[in-house]
Nanobody, 112 residues
Framework: QVQLVESGGGLVQPGGSLRLSCTASGFPFSMYGMAWYRQGPSETRELVARTTAEGIMTYADSVKGRFTISRDNAKNTFYLQMNSLKPEDTAVYYC??????WGQGTQVTVSS
């Protein structure tokens, strides 16, 4: 069955960095567009960044210049490199494959 497992979340100070990973199985990873979403406390889930299977990438305005997505099709893994983190980046971060497959989420907390 399809599985998406996020990892790499945690507590980081403002200005710090984290790299999230999403390891996929159960579907042809290289053929799927992938995305990172996040949901903060009492907020709706929002798109952070996405890539098509062909490598066309888009970012939310709030993370442009700070976050970078990448994928390693040989490892079936999708990444989110987050730099210059801010308290408002605090959220549960979710990986999404295609239109319907979601991971369970990983918590990112930015606080001093």
């Amino acid at each position: 069955q399809v599985q998406l497992v996020e990892s790499g979340g945690g507590l980081v100070q403002p200005g710090g960095s984290l790299r999230l990973s999403c390891t996929a199985s159960g579907f042809p990873f290289s053929m799927y567009g992938m995305a990172w979403y996040r949901q903060g406390p009492s907020e709706t889930r929002e798109l952070v960044a996405r890539t098509t299977a062909e490598g066309i990438m888009t970012y939310a305005d709030s993370v442009k210049g700070r976050f970078t997505i990448s994928r390693d099709n040989a490892k079936n893994t999708f990444y989110l490199q987050m730099n210059s983190l801010k308290p408002e980046d605090t959220a549960v971060y979710y990986c999404k494959a295609g239109a319907m497959y979601w991971g369970q989420g990983t918590q990112v907390t930015v606080s001093s």
